[in-house]
């Protein structure tokens, strides 16, 4: 059963980069068929699509975000993570991974459990 | 970037209820449409892609259905693991873009 994990630093300082990877384990992040993503939710707020990249590399990002944002692959370590960089309190948010199907649809079938990250100094 | 606007929000109904939330999107998004649901706490977790396809697992009191650009997503009969707040979502073009939500209470 394929299963996603968030990791990564649950505080970070204002202007500073949030680094978050995501480990996937029961499948490889290597299958064709899909595309990994991440997601963030403000606290007691509503779902913001960062970006998605495909196993082979060629990320897409959010418009809003994109000047800030990297999202990488590592096949040898079936991961995939997360840089935001020059973040305020308004990055403050639950942070989740998640798999979604690379054609027709696109739905996002199997997330994290998601990481809470906190900007504050 | 298409916007998704729910409503009720929100939605207070009782155990056995039927409900009906909707989502319309700002420009035309074919059946790019898939619903979450989502429990304090927790991950959203699929229900419905391409608006009427019933995730697996997903109990068939789910249903969605699309008429142009607005979709609906009904549950037949309310239980108690259904109290949730339910997201819709477009994926026709990114960035994929969701609705701001629907908090289903209890009444």
């Known amino acids: 059963q394929l299963q996603l994990q968030e990791s990564g630093p649950g505080l970070v300082k204002p202007s500073e980069t949030l680094s978050l990877t995501c480990t996937v384990s029961g499948g490889s992040i290597s299958d064709s068929t899909y595309f990994w993503g991440w997601i963030r939710q403000p606290p007691g707020k509503g779902l913001e699509w960062i970006g998605s990249?495909?196993?082979?590399?060629?990320?897409d990002y959010n418009p809003s975000l994109t000047s800030r944002v990297t999202i990488s692959v590592d096949t040898s370590k079936n991961q995939f993570s997360l840089k935001l960089s020059s973040v305020t309190a308004a990055d403050t948010a639950v942070y989740y991974c998640?798999?979604?199907?690379?054609?027709?649809?696109?739905?996002?079938?199997?997330w994290g459990q998601g990481k809470l990250v906190t900007v504050s100094s | 970037d298409i916007q998704m606007t729910q409503s009720p929000s929100p939605l207070s109904a009782s155990v056995g209820d039927r409900v009906t939330i909707t989502c319309r999107a700002s420009q035309t998004i074919s059946t790019y449409l898939n619903w979450y649901q989502q429990k304090p706490g927790k991950a959203p977790k699929l229900l419905i892609y391409?608006?009427?396809s019933l995730h697996s697992g997903v109990p068939s009191r789910f249903s969605g259905s699309a008429s142009g650009t607005d979709f609906t997503l009904s549950i037949s009969s309310l239980q108690p693991e259904d109290f949730a707040t339910y997201y819709c979502q477009q994926t026709y073009s990114t960035p994929y873009t969701f609705g701001q939500g629907t908090k289903l209470e209890i009444k």
């Open positions: 990249i495909y196993y082979s590399g060629s990320p």
């Open positions: 998640a798999r979604h199907l690379g054609s027709w649809s696109y739905y996002f079938d199997c």
């Open positions: 391409a608006a009427s």
